[in-house]
């Protein structure tokens, strides 16, 4: 666990995760990691930070049927607040499955997309991607050469992103108990967390040693699978004490996380949750990543009600 210094009261009162939210559009680079024992191409959109200067990671994988590109807010949001935001595409479970399909056959598609071979696939691409940074970081000539500090890397993702954050920070699968955890990873962020069904939650999440912080909401149910809100609000009291936090956003459905971009015709229940998401994601990555005792004084006191609603919950051990 980090060790804070007290910051002063002047320091936490300037202090705004949200402070520029919807003001800057940080560049872009697209790549692809190669991986050719696998015969797998993995696309990789790269948020850049403004600084030049070696930044921490952040990394983020889409649901079911999504690509790269989603959750553009966060990725745009968490580069302007000095990030290298790496947002990875799985092909397999990416949009190309159901792209150029008629309606009906998409959700057959999606279902069939929804495979523990997938789900193998995507975890072995996150270790790919971390050696292909390791590697652009270390290439003189390459966009990315000395631009990120690896040694502070963050995991994050939505719904089967979320299945794959999971299991690769921490959790034991429930794949002949298999670990997956790849210990680069210092902290992650899980946007509709869940558990299977008859699994022990104790056993899957009771040994996660980094700082989690799980996203969901009141009416997140997938129009895929069998996830439930039990099987969501199960993970939290399974996770051991430190660092682990759960926001919980009122009537939030399990689209309100994968909205690629905002506008000014955005409903506002979508604006709040935008809002909350990333005043909060980015709290708990300058605490947890940065070591800004301003986020940690923010993030464990009154900072979030801040951003948040009445009946939005909030907690955190």
Same mark, same amino acid.
């Given at each position: 666990?980090?060790?804070?210094?007290?910051?002063?009261?002047?320091?936490?009162?300037?202090?705004?995760?949200?402070?520029?939210?919807?003001?800057?559009?940080?560049?872009?680079?697209?790549?692809?990691?190669?991986?050719?024992?696998?015969?797998?191409?993995?696309?990789?959109?790269?948020?850049?930070?403004?600084?030049?200067?070696?930044?921490?990671?952040?990394?983020?994988?889409?649901?079911?049927?999504?690509?790269?590109?989603?959750?553009?807010?966060?990725?745009?949001?968490?580069?302007?607040?000095?990030?290298?935001?790496?947002?990875?595409?799985?092909?397999?479970?990416?949009?190309?499955?159901?792209?150029?399909?008629?309606?009906?056959?998409r959700i057959t598609a999606l279902k069939g997309a929804a495979s523990p071979r997938n789900f193998m696939l995507r975890l072995k691409d996150i270790p790919l991607v971390l050696d292909q940074l390791e590697k652009w970081n270390t290439t003189k000539g390459h966009?990315?050469?000395?631009?990120?500090?690896?040694?502070?890397?963050?995991?994050?993702?939505?719904?089967?992103?979320?299945?794959?954050?999971?299991?690769?920070?921490?959790? *034991?699968?429930?794949?002949?108990?298999?670990?997956? *955890?790849?210990?680069?990873?210092?902290?992650?962020?899980?946007?509709?967390?869940? *558990?299977? %069904?008859?699994?022990?939650?104790?056993?899957?999440?009771?040994?996660?040693?980094?700082?989690?912080?799980?996203?969901?909401?009141?009416?997140?149910?997938?129009?895929?699978?069998?996830?439930?809100?039990?099987?969501?609000?199960?993970?939290?009291?399974?996770?051991?004490?430190?660092?682990?936090?759960?926001?919980?956003?009122?009537?939030?459905? %399990?689209?309100?996380?994968?909205?690629?971009?905002?506008?000014?015709?955005?409903?506002? *229940?979508?604006? %709040?949750?935008?809002?909350?998401?990333?005043?909060?994601?980015?709290?708990?990555?300058?605490?947890?990543?940065?070591?800004?005792?301003?986020?940690?004084?923010?993030?464990?006191?009154?900072?979030?009600?801040?951003?948040?609603?009445?009946?939005?919950?909030?907690?955190?051990?």
């Amino acid at each position: 666990m980090i060790s804070f210094q007290a910051p002063v009261q002047e320091q936490i009162n300037a202090y705004d995760p949200a402070m520029i939210f919807h003001q800057q559009n940080p560049e872009r680079l697209e790549l692809v990691v190669n991986d050719p024992i696998r015969y797998r191409a993995v696309p990789v959109l790269v948020y850049l930070p403004a600084q030049y200067s070696p930044a921490p990671v952040v990394m983020f994988c889409h649901g079911l049927g999504g690509s790269c590109k989603d959750n553009a807010y966060l990725g745009q949001h968490w580069a302007a607040n000095g990030y290298m935001a790496i947002f990875i595409q799985h092909p397999g479970s990416d949009d190309s499955i159901w792209k150029g399909k008629a309606p009906d056959e998409r959700i057959t598609a999606l279902k069939g997309a929804a495979s523990p071979r997938n789900f193998m696939l995507r975890l072995k691409d996150i270790p790919l991607v971390l050696d292909q940074l390791e590697k652009w970081n270390t290439t003189k000539g390459h966009a990315l050469h000395e631009r990120m500090d690896l040694d502070r890397i963050g995991m994050s993702g939505h719904s089967f992103g979320a299945m794959t954050t999971q299991a690769v920070s921490g959790q *034991t699968t429930s794949l002949g108990n298999a670990s997956f *955890t790849d210990l680069r990873i210092k902290a992650a962020i899980i946007f509709s967390p869940s *558990t299977p %069904h008859g699994e022990d939650t104790t056993q899957m999440f009771g040994n996660v040693k980094i700082p989690w912080m799980l996203i969901t909401g009141t009416k997140d149910i997938a129009p895929i699978g069998t996830v439930d809100m039990k099987s969501r609000l199960a993970v939290f009291p399974a996770l051991p004490p430190g660092g682990k936090y759960e926001l919980v956003l009122y009537e939030a459905k %399990h689209s309100d996380f994968s909205i690629r971009s905002l506008s000014k015709n955005t409903k506002a *229940t979508n604006l %709040h949750y935008n809002q909350a998401i990333v005043a909060l994601s980015t709290a708990f990555w300058d605490t947890w990543l940065g070591e800004n005792v301003s986020a940690d004084a923010w993030l464990h006191g009154d900072g979030p009600n801040s951003v948040l609603k009445k009946k939005d919950a909030w907690q955190w051990k």
